[in-house]
């Protein structure tokens, strides 16, 4: 789980991809859901750390990754933002 101290840092998602945490919104819509199917929930905001496209994940699938020095690695767990 990350925390609000992780924006801007490198992370991982469920799906394995590494990238930037860019934001967390708590009462996220998606606007490309039709108005009457829209409802709010969790989101984290993901980019490539070398630029691309941006991704949403739920933020209970992200954790922060910590570099050591040969490789990267899944950080333990954090408190979680809420």
């Known amino acids: 789980m990350i925390?609000?101290?992780?924006?801007g840092g490198r992370v991982q998602d469920g799906a394995g991809r590494v990238g930037v945490?860019?934001?967390v919104i708590?009462?996220?819509e998606d606007p490309a859901d039709m108005p009457g199917e829209r409802?709010?929930?969790p989101?984290?905001?993901?980019r490539p750390e070398r630029g691309g496209r941006e991704?949403?994940?739920?933020?209970?699938s992200v954790v922060p990754v910590v570099r050591s020095a040969d490789r990267p690695r899944v950080a333990?767990?954090?408190p979680p933002i809420g």
């Open 3 to 7: 925390t609000f101290g992780d924006i």
């Open 76 to 78: 333990p767990s954090l």
């Open 55 to 60: 991704w949403l994940v739920p933020p209970e």
């Open 39 to 41: 409802r709010r929930r």
């Open 26 to 28: 708590a009462d996220y």
């Open 21 to 23: 945490l860019c934001d």
């Open 43 to 46: 989101m984290a905001f993901l």
